[in-house]
Each structure stands twice: as C-alpha cells, then as structure tokens.
C-alpha cells in the first residue's frame, strides 16, 4: 500500500512502542505507559495490540489474528487484511504456520512454540481498577506489591457464591511479583500462561498501557489454599471434532431453545475434524 | 571522514559536526530486524543474536552497538555517549539524541558508567530504569555465567569475554532492586545477549 509507511506506524512511533515492549519485558508483569496512537479503527477493536504487532512485525513473518478463537469473525478479518495491506506480510489461519499471534480473549489450544509471539488485545490493562478507581493509588499498591484487596474480592466471590465466580479476566501475578489482568480471557485459559515457551505481550490502546510476560515466567492465578484455582470449562463435548479438553462456546441453533456446544478455536477443531474424518 | 572538531567527546557536545559515516541501508527493515533481535536477546537472557550488517562504521563502535543505538535511540531519548568524537558526530546526525550525563540518562553507552551510578526508575515507574548498552570483547553461550530467571526454561549459560571489573558484584546489588534496576544489552562485534534485571547470574 502506497503512502504508508511499512506496517502503518512512522518509525518514531514504533521505536517509542519498541522501548515500551523491551521495559514491559525486563519487567514482567508491570504496566508500562506509552503514546498510544490514534489508528484507522476505534478503541476497543483491538488498537493496543494493533500497535504492538505493528512494532513487532517484519516481513518475514506470518501473521494470525483471533477474535475469541476465532479467526472469521468480522475484527480478525480486519485485521488480518489491515497488515496484509499496510506491511504486505503472509497471513494464516493455523496456529502452527502464524509466527505472531494477535488475540482477543482467547489463547490458542494447540501449545505454542518458542519461536512465536502472542500479542494480546487488553481493554482494562489494570486488574486493580474495579476495586479502586484512582491510578495514583493501584499504581501505589503495585510498588508496595500490596494486592490483599483482591484477595478480598475473591474472598467475597466465595462468601456469596460459595465458590471464586470469576470466569474470565482471572487476575494472575506474574513472577511471584506483580498482579496481572490476563485481559478477558476464560479462566480456561489462564494455565497456559505458566512457563509458556512463547514470548507474551499485552497491548491496551485506550489506557495506553504496554505488559509482556517473558517466555517460562510463572504466572499463577490467584487462589486460596482451600479454594484452588480450578479453570471452568462448559460439560459438554464439542458438536463437531468431539472434544471434551478444549474451551467450548454455545451457539443457539432456532428459537425452540436448540443449542450446540462448538470448540471456541476454529483453527484446532478444523484440525480435529479433518482427523476424525480421515480416520474414518 | 570531515571532522573538524576532533575534541574528547564526553558527555557535552559543543557544537554539532557532521558525519560521513552512514545509518541502516534500509532505515525501516533494518530497524526491525534489529529490534526483534533485541527483543529476542532482551526475552530469553543470556541468548546471543546478531543483529543486521552496518557494513561502514564510525571508529569507536562495534556494529551490534551502532544497530540498537539506531534501533531505540532517537530525539526523545536521553544518551550517554563516550565512544569518541566521531561516533558521537555520528549519534547526532542519525538519532538527533540530547546528549547527557549517565546519571540522567535514559540510554547510556559509556565502558565507565558504574551500575549503580544510572538511573533505576523507581518504585512506581521501574520502566524509567536506564538501560546500559555495554561494548564486551566476546560472547559465547554454553560455558561461563550461570543465567536463571525469567525467559529462561532452566539454566542458561554465557560467557562474557571483557566484562567490567566487579560487574557481577554490581550486578548482584542491580538485582537486589528489582523492579527498579539497569538492564543491559552486551554488544560484541555484530552479536548481542541481553540481561534484564530480572536475570540472576552466578560466577560458572
């Protein structure tokens, strides 16, 4: 595409998210603030991890973007194409093929490997910001590393529900140091962070915040002794491969109160059915 | 090569001189390529990547440290520079830094800044922490210092030829900070390894 630089950004752009990125990983955990910029697409589509892929992204790369674990749904595509356009990059739908991953919300089923990059779309980069509205304070609570009112949240999610009734968004703290919002990713998803053998960065346009969790950093989620973690996951197997390990999404069929259950990855339950039926 | 100002170039410049030497061939691919080797090097401590060929040089420069200068450095950075006048002629015409002392740099490039001499950040703001860009003989992975830490799955090992003396001493005291702290990017020839401050590193 003509007109634009490669990858849409100027390169004074770039290098400032670039020095952002490199602190967000000598750092893990913490939120490191920078000029977000304003992009072809409003906040909350994905401008933040738009900034960091466009920071990150060479020509050699192959890049796949989901949106829910999808990668056909209207901001995946969009995205896609945007890169495509602006910095003429190979585009994929299978995890294995992508170098760097763009997502909203989910993490891919199928392990990722040491030589891939997961960017991460953040809309609330602080996991503190329900609890106590002021930055100046939860900036405050994170150098004093003093996270006992999350606990207390948690606490309360178990008083009222008997149980911690937080599925998505699940706060971590990343290397025994800082707390984390995994961005709204399920619960399901939150292990796979643990000493993942690929480099995370997390990119939140509108709060102009930057994180990143270096490869084989432990990330732990929030728990009690009493009450450990445990990833929710719906009981059912997928409608179409027959999973019963991965993260299901329901899809409503009619109005007769029809539903199925369906792998949220499209990419791994393309790749499970395409097994079954050859096995077939 | 027209210098016409061939004085000791510290921390001050007096007056800009101009430089033949040039930048990336290609200012933007370069720098991309550059950055992801950094970020690689800054991810997984201890790794040694190469970053792209700078095939002419300013004296004073190994081509790994001219590569993430014009990589991160730029008008909004704070440098400090003491690599001799023509690298520095160099750094103003192709990153237009403000030129500072190491104490109040963001960036610094100086074989005799001390570690605990730069910038920390603070508690609030440990991303404010310098990062030192450090000119070393050699660097070979598989032998020597013992790295542990983030980015690394068990152990990794490097080895530093021409380290600074009492830089593990200094190193020890850096850690001891986190999340305040230095990182440093180690430069020799056209190869880097990173140490974020998270990294511990034991005499192997």
């Known amino acids: 595409m003509s007109g634009y630089n490669f990858a849409y950004l100027d390169e004074s752009t770039k290098r400032m998210i670039r020095r952002a990125i490199l602190k967000a990983v000598a750092i893990p955990g913490h939120q490191v603030p920078f000029g977000s910029r304003e992009m072809p697409l409003p906040y909350g589509w994905g401008t933040g991890g738009i900034q960091v892929t466009a920071a990150v992204l060479g020509p050699a790369d192959v890049l796949k973007v989901i949106d829910q674990g999808s990668d056909d749904t209207t901001n995946a595509v969009s995205i896609r194409a945007f890169f495509r356009r602006t910095a003429g990059v190979a585009t994929t739908e299978s995890t294995e093929a992508a170098t760097i991953i763009q997502t909203r919300h989910r993490i891919p089923e199928r392990p990722l490997r040491e030589d891939q990059i997961l960017v991460y779309q953040v809309p609330i980069p602080e996991p503190l910001g329900r609890l106590e509205p002021r930055i100046a304070e939860t900036r405050r609570m994170h150098a004093m590393a003093d996270y006992g009112l999350m606990h207390v949240k948690l606490y309360e999610d178990i008083a009222r529900h008997g149980h911690i009734a937080t599925s998505y968004s699940y706060p971590v703290m990343v290397n025994s140091r800082y707390l984390m919002s995994p961005s709204p990713i399920p619960a399901f998803d939150n292990p796979k962070m643990d000493q993942m053998p690929a480099l995370q960065l997390f990119g939140a346009g509108r709060e102009k915040r930057i994180y990143a969790v270096p490869p084989y950093t432990s990330v732990k989620s929030l728990d009690f002794d009493d009450h450990p973690f445990r990833p929710i996951r719906a009981p059912h197997a997928c409608e179409l491969c027959g999973s019963r390990d991965t993260y299901l999404d329901e899809v409503l069929t009619d109005d007769v109160g029809g539903r199925i259950f369906v792998c949220s990855d499209t990419d791994f339950c393309s790749e499970r059915q395409a097994v079954k039926e050859a096995a077939e | ?204």
């Open chain 2, 1 to 204: 090569m027209t210098s016409p100002s061939p004085r000791a170039s510290g921390t001050t410049s007096p007056r800009a001189s101009g430089t033949t030497f040039p930048g990336f061939a290609d200012p933007v691919l370069d720098a991309q390529a550059s950055f992801r080797a950094v970020l690689q090097a800054m991810s997984r401590p201890g790794q040694v990547q190469r970053v792209p060929d700078l095939p002419e040089l300013p004296p004073g420069l190994s081509p790994a440290a001219a590569a993430v200068l014009l990589t991160l450095v730029d008008a909004e950075t704070r440098l400090c520079l003491r690599a001799g006048p023509e690298a520095a002629a160099w750094v103003r015409f192709h990153c237009g830094a403000p030129l500072v002392t190491a104490g109040a740099a963001q960036f610094v490039l100086d074989r005799e800044a001390a570690l605990p001499a730069l910038d920390p950040g603070t508690e609030e703001e440990p991303e404010r922490g310098a990062t030192l860009i450090l000119e070393v003989a050699s660097l070979t992975e598989g032998r020597g210092w013992r790295l542990t830490g983030p980015g690394i799955r068990d152990e990794h090992r490097l080895h530093v030829g021409g380290a600074p003396p009492g830089f593990l001493a200094d190193w020890t005291a850096n850690r001891a900070r986190t999340p305040c702290g230095v990182d440093v990017i180690l430069c020799a020839g056209d190869a880097i390894a990173a140490l974020p401050r998270s990294v511990a590193i034991e005499e192997g």
